[in-house]
């Protein structure tokens, strides 16, 4: 399934559940390996993002193209090497002299 809805983003302090809608606290640091939400327990990756942002995926409703790079951040990055690839493509996109939409 492809849908524009595979994530949600939040903080520290709420993210609503994309499957159930349920307010999840305190998700803590960066996990990369898949978990599940605590309420209806569907299979969801949160990622910890700076200081206080999350973002929740969930896999199966994800792209094609995001899920086979959430399996090779599990097979072959530690969960700074994560942190550090992430922000290196939020400078890049920061750094872009023509701001873009990405394709969905
Ligand atoms: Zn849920």
Known sequence: MESNNWYAVGTQAGINCLNCNSSIVEVGYTHTDT????????????????????IQVIPDYAPDSFRKFISWVQTDLSEMEFLFLIGAIKRIGRDLPVAQNPPD
């Open 35 to 54: 978990g599940v939400c605590p309420y209806c327990k569907t299979p969801c990756i949160f990622y910890g993002i700076g200081k206080d942002n999350v």
